[in-house]
């Protein structure tokens, strides 16, 4: 499964207690929702434990989890939200990605938020 930063945004709104991110995540199916969330674990964006893996068969059982629990977002998970919660922002941030074909890491995001953020004061 390949890695979706619109998903990872929404887990950490809806985290957050943002609300009206429900619909948007009802598009993805559990096994997306769980795989995103062990990502942000391991990111070290969220704490909680270890995911469970259910070992119900099929080529994926143990690549995504059956289970992921998130007691809370970390300092470093708000610091990267902060970044991309603002949906304008994020359609920019997405657009110059996209338009300079370039990946989604989490570094380069960070980098063009900044860019963004600088042409919207106009230096």
């Not at 007691?71 to 998970?77: D, P, Y």
């Not at 920019?92 to 980098?111: N, R, V």
């Amino acid at each position: 499964m390949k890695r979706d930063m619109d998903l990872i945004r929404l887990l950490l709104l809806e985290l957050e207690g943002e609300s009206d991110v429900k619909e948007s995540l009802s598009k993805y199916s559990d096994d997306q929702r769980n795989f995103h969330k062990a990502l942000l674990l391991e990111a070290g964006f969220v704490i909680g434990p270890s995911p469970v893996y259910s070992g119900r068969g099929g080529k994926d059982c143990d690549k995504i989890p059956a289970r992921v629990h998130i007691h809370r977002i970390t300092w470093q998970g708000y610091e990267f939200l902060e970044k991309i919660c603002n949906e304008t922002i994020w359609a920019q941030i997405k657009q110059t990605i996209i338009e300079k074909g370039l990946s989604f890491p989490i570094d380069t995001i960070s980098y063009v938020y900044t860019v963004v953020v600088k042409s919207l004061f106009g230096q």
